[in-house]
């Protein structure tokens, strides 16, 4: 079993910055893939940005150049840092990881999710 926990939503005014963390525990052989989606009220979950094993990454066109995706592999750990928020950016961020849990077993695990609002 693999396990993400998320922290760092919460309330902020429009501008302004918050940091995701997401940490992940259980049976890790390797992380492939973690990365950020987001689900607002009414809309389906989309792709927030992803980071791959080799660092490479990849951003939704809406947040290029506001948020910046991170990774600790030593602390099997993913962060999202926002900054410049906006309203549209209010929704359920989960966190999303590809793990192999052994040389030959992979498996897709998703975190609780945690709120992110953006208003004054």
């Known amino acids: 079993q693999v396990q993400l926990v998320e922290s760092g939503g919460g309330l902020v005014q429009p501008g302004g910055s918050l940091r995701l963390s997401c940490a992940a525990s259980g049976s890790i052989f390797r992380i492939l893939v973690m990365g950020w989606y987001r689900q607002a009220p009414g809309k389906e979950r989309e792709l927030v940005a992803r980071?791959?094993?080799?660092?490479?990454?990849n951003y939704a066109d809406s947040v290029k150049g506001r948020f910046t995706i991170s990774r600790d592999n030593a602390k099997n750990s993913v962060y999202l840092q926002m900054n410049s928020l906006k309203p549209e950016d209010t929704a359920v961020y989960y966190c999303?990881?590809?793990?192999?849990?052994?040389?030959?077993?992979?498996?897709?695990?998703w975190g609780q999710g945690t709120l992110v609002t953006v208003s004054s």
């Open positions: 999303n990881a590809a793990v192999l849990t052994d040389k030959y077993t992979s498996l897709e695990v």
């Open positions: 980071i791959i094993s080799g660092a490479s990454t």
